[in-house]
């Protein structure tokens, strides 16, 4: 069936690294892709997207490309800050679905200063 | 604009009593989703619906829980009775029509802690 897989965490960085959260996607169709972001205490917002293959989602200095060759669909930052800590949920939606998501079990991250 | 608006944000109420959370759906917006966040099983997808149906109910996890959806700006989820394996935070959020090319507007959530 149709899933998404994200690297494990928690993910601890310093502040200014280099950022990096795997993804992988398993679908029958032709998915659009996210990355949603959870504060603590907040419920999720949609961080970037991308609806086709090649397509580069960015917000917040953040960046993902979809891949259909490797089905991935990597978050990057190059200089992260501390306000970035959050939880990181990458996810597909297949238009045969509706407006359905399929959500990854998400990523904690979380920056010292 | 408002966002999705849930209520209550936070309940504590003692095992064995019916709890009911509400959501209201950003104007204009046609599906509806509850979803149950917890650390051991992460957000979980509990039940939606378009146009007031429900699609897919699905993860409704057993016969305790129910959702109804009168009408387009109102929805409820009801838990009876509870249990404290129950205690999680759950979320409303909506879309527009056409889904919005997927994306969905999350409320802050309910923080429900059964005893």
């Known amino acids: 069936g149709d899933s998404v897989t994200q690297m494990e965490g928690p993910v601890t960085l310093s502040e200014e690294a280099f950022l990096t959260i795997n993804c992988t996607y398993t679908?029958?169709?032709?998915?659009?892709l996210f990355w949603y972001v959870q504060y603590p205490g907040e419920g999720l917002q949609l961080l970037l997207k991308?609806?086709?293959?090649?397509d580069k989602g960015s917000n917040k200095g953040f960046e993902a490309t979809y891949r259909k060759e490797t089905t991935s669909f990597h978050l990057e930052k190059g200089s992260v800050q501390v306000s970035d800590s959050a939880v990181y949920f990458c996810?597909?939606?297949?238009?045969?679905?509706?407006?359905?998501?399929?959500f990854g079990s998400g990523t904690r991250l979380s920056i010292r200063p | 604009d408002a966002g999705v608006i849930q209520s209550p944000r936070h309940e504590v109420t003692e095992m064995g009593q019916e709890v009911t959370l509400r959501c209201k759906p950003i104007?204009?917006?046609?599906?509806l989703f509850w979803y149950r966040q917890t650390m051991m099983r992460g957000l979980e997808l509990l039940i939606y619906f378009n146009n007031n149906v429900p699609i897919d109910d699905s993860g409704m996890p057993e016969d305790r829980f129910s959702a109804k959806m009168p009408n387009a700006s109102f929805s409820t989820l009801k838990i009876q009775p509870s249990e404290p394996r129950d205690s999680a935070v759950y979320f409303c959020?909506?879309?527009?029509?056409?889904?919005?090319?997927?994306?969905?507007?999350f409320g802050p959530g309910t923080r429900l802690t059964v005893l």
């Open positions: 959020a909506s879309s527009p029509p056409g889904g919005g090319k997927g994306e969905q507007f």
């Open positions: 104007s204009g917006h046609n599906s």
């Open positions: 996810a597909l939606s297949l238009y045969s679905s509706a407006s359905k998501i399929i």
């Open positions: 991308a609806t086709k293959a090649d």
């Open positions: 679908a029958t169709g032709y998915p659009s």
